[in-house]
Structures are given as structure tokens and as C-alpha cells.
């Protein structure tokens, strides 16, 4: 069993920056793939970012690639996505994820956080 807590959302102005962080128990992050997702109000949930189980690999939404970095700090069982040039598009309920039963990119995973709130002021 994987439990997953996401912290580091909030409120930003349009061009700012977050740092999200995504803690697990139960097994340790270097053992499985993660992946970040969000959800925006009236829309499906999407894929922003994916860490293989290596953590050598990274993916990344066309949406988001050059603003936002995915890392992982295997001694504090971590993922992260930190979060540059934020606009109001990115406003959302971000999602850390665990082990996908599919590909990277879809969001049939595992194991899934509680998300955290992330909101983009123009």
C-alpha cells in the first residue's frame, strides 16, 4: 500500500513560481514511476509531467514543457514538480500519482494523492 500527500499549492500571480511536493509511505518512491496530473474545474483530468522508475527519464505535456520541472529525492521518499512561469491556464487541483497500469501519460495509476490546489492570478 502507497499513501501519497501533496503539499505546496496556493495562490500565484501570472509569470510567479510553486513548488509542489508530493511525500509517500508505505514503499519508496525509487521503486515505481510517478506522474503529476491536474484536474481544472468543467475539464477531464490531464497529464503534466512523469518520472520513470529510474528517475532518468522525464515527460512532460507540450503545455508545460520548459516551464515546469518533475524531480524526485529518493533519501526523503519525494517527488516534485516545480512550477515556473505560471499563467492563469495552469490554475487547477494537482494530482501526484503512483505506478502506471498504463502508459506515462494516461491516468490509469495506482495510486493517487489528495491533491492541492494551485491558483494563477492575471
Known amino acids: 500500500q502507497v499513501q501519497l500527500v501533496e503539499s505546496g499549492g496556493g495562490l500565484v500571480q501570472a509569470g510567479g513560481s510553486l513548488r509542489l511536493s508530493c511525500a509517500a509511505s508505505g514503499r519508496t518512491f525509487s521503486s515505481y514511476p510517478t506522474g503529476w496530473f491536474r484536474q481544472a474545474p468543467g475539464k477531464e483530468r490531464e497529464f503534466v509531467a512523469a518520472l520513470s522508475w529510474s528517475g532518468g527519464n522525464t515527460y512532460y505535456a507540450d503545455s508545460v514543457k520548459g516551464r515546469f520541472t518533475i524531480s524526485r529525492d529518493n533519501a526523503k521518499n519525494a517527488v516534485y514538480l516545480q512550477m515556473n512561469s505560471l499563467k492563469p491556464e495552469d490554475t487547477a487541483i494537482y494530482y501526484c500519482?503512483?505506478?502506471?497500469?498504463?502508459?506515462?501519460?494516461?491516468?490509469?495509476?495506482?495510486?493517487w494523492g489528495q491533491g492541492t490546489q494551485v491558483t494563477v492570478s492575471s
Open positions: 500519482a503512483a505506478i502506471p497500469r498504463g502508459a506515462y501519460y494516461e491516468s490509469r495509476y495506482e495510486y
